[in-house]
């Protein structure tokens, strides 16, 4: 069984950056495709960016492209989301998860999920 744990949320205010992290246990995150999720208050969870099992196969949603950075460290079987020039409309709880099927944007193609982290942004 994999577990994922996400961690580096906060409180920022608009322009500012944040790095997110997520920590696998149980499973090897090469061995993974690991996406990126993001849910707001009343909104269904929204695709943010996939990092395949390869460094350089990543996909960005156009709304972070630019902005947010997809990284890891398999030393330390973590991912990275650094977002920069945060926008009010980044607020959510953000998710990672691992699955098999790169590129998906689909929560669907995903078996394993971090319980979230809150990424408020205020304007």
């Known amino acids: 069984q994999v577990q994922l744990v996400e961690s580096g949320g906060g409180l920022v205010q608009a322009g500012g950056s944040l790095r997110l992290s997520c920590t696998a246990s149980?499973?090897?995150?090469?061995?993974?495709?690991v996406g990126w999720f993001r849910q707001a208050v009343g909104k269904e969870r929204e695709f943010v960016g996939v990092?395949?099992?390869?460094?350089?196969?990543?996909h960005y949603a156009d709304s972070v492209k630019g902005r947010f950075t997809l990284s890891r460290d398999n030393a330390e079987n973590t991912v990275y989301l650094q977002m920069n020039s945060l926008k009010s409309e980044d607020t959510a709880v953000y998710y990672c998860?691992?699955?098999?099927?790169?590129?998906?944007?689909?929560?669907?193609?995903?078996?394993?999920w971090g319980q979230g982290t809150q990424v408020t942004v205020s304007a």
């Open positions: 149980g499973g090897t995150f090469s061995m993974y495709v």
């Open positions: 998860a691992a699955g098999q099927t790169f590129p998906s944007t689909s929560p669907a193609s995903y078996a394993y």
């Open positions: 990092f395949g099992r390869n460094d350089y196969n990543k």
